[in-house]
């Protein structure tokens, strides 16, 4: 049993009991006689079942190991808070390297989907340019003297309707630039 930082994982037990400084107050540490006498199998010191916890404190501090003993203690001490520091430092580094690996994933992210709105708007404006650069390469002029505007229109409803176009979008009186004033008269 390693006694060095008692049952809770930290120095509880060596700097009241064993600091270098007061080695006369050692007896009066407040700490249980199991825990000295596991310190004195720690460091090797023999000691009866009849002894007191004053007896177990005064084989300690007379031992000729004590001051060594202490030191190395004190060397562990400094040696584990270094290595939790140390581990500490790792967490919070690793922590803020997958924020920011988080963080530059999210901005990706709505880089490649602005990306995809932007290619999709401009793909729409170029398919509704296309379109009506096709409709206008598929359907004829109108020509008064030889068809009816009534044909002309349901045909241009029909070639709209294959080029894809939202009739909805589509105005119900034609452009009147291109018709003679006598096609303009039938509406």
Do not use: W
Request: glycine fraction near 4%; charged fraction near 30%; include cysteine.
């Amino acid at each position: 049993m390693n006694l060095l930082y008692g049952e809770l994982g930290h120095h509880s037990v060596f700097p009241k009991c064993l600091s270098l400084g007061p080695l006369r107050n050692l007896h009066h540490a407040k700490h249980r006689k199991e825990e000295l006498i596991a310190l004195d199998d720690d460091m090797g010191i023999e000691i009866s079942s009849n002894d007191k916890k004053i007896d177990i404190c005064e084989k300690v501090k007379n031992s000729p190991d004590f001051e060594e003993f202490v030191r190395g203690c004190l060397e562990e001490i400094v040696k584990q808070r270094e290595e939790l520091k140390a581990q500490a430092e790792a967490a919070e580094l690793k922590r803020t390297e997958a924020l920011k690996q988080e963080r530059e994933f999210e901005l990706e992210k709505i880089r490649i989907s602005n990306a995809a709105e932007v290619s999709s708007v401009a793909s729409t404006r170029i398919e509704k340019s296309k379109n009506r650069l096709s409709l206008k390469n598929r359907m004829q002029k109108f020509d008064a003297q030889v068809s009816d505007i009534s044909m002309y229109l349901a045909l241009f409803e029909r070639q709209a309707r294959t080029a894809g176009m939202d009739l909805m979008h589509v105005t119900s009186h034609p452009p009147t630039r291109d018709l003679p004033a006598a096609a303009i008269g039938q509406f």
